[in-house]
């Protein structure tokens, strides 16, 4: 069974991009379009995951309450509710996780420290390779 490790470990890209619950919606809006991202890890000067902000949160948040990008702050529209996994956390779990509570994105933490961000992507993507390598095993099985 793949675990949240492994994940990591086989991502391309390993930058965890945050940003700081007083920074202005504008300011995390420019950093997620520059790193063609769709969330970023809301923490504090600790380091500390306090939230989390994505696309979708800027749109209901923000333009469908007619709030400015430039004058409302990450921490009065993130989510601040974070459902968080661990290295040791499966991919099963991640995907349950994620399908149960309608979520793109898993921080990963060790400790009370943010370690990694796992996709709904990431997750789909190592079950793939784990669903390839059980289908070689069974044709190498039947094959001798």
């Not at 991919?91 to 943010?114: A, F, M, S, W, Y």
């Not at 997750?123 to 094959?143: G, S």
Request: aromatic share 2%; proline share 1%; with cysteine.
């Amino acid at each position: 069974m793949t675990k949240v490790t492994h994940v990591l470990q086989d991502k391309a890209h390993h930058e965890i991009y945050t940003i700081r619950p007083e920074a202005t919606v504008l300011e995390a809006i420019s950093l997620m379009a520059e790193k063609g991202i769709g969330a970023l890890v809301v923490t504090d000067q600790n380091n500390h995951v306090v939230g989390i902000l994505s696309e979708r949160d800027y749109t209901r948040k923000v333009i469908l309450m007619e709030r400015t990008s430039k004058s409302t702050t990450v921490s009065e529209i993130m989510t601040a509710k974070v459902l968080t996994v661990t290295k040791n956390t499966s991919v099963k779990e991640c995907l349950n996780l994620i399908t149960d509570h309608h979520l793109r994105h898993l921080p990963v933490l060790e400790g009370e420290q943010l370690v990694g961000l796992v996709s709904i992507g990431d997750l789909v993507k190592a079950t793939m390779d784990d669903q390839r390598k059980l289908i070689e095993q069974l044709q190498q099985y039947i094959a001798s």
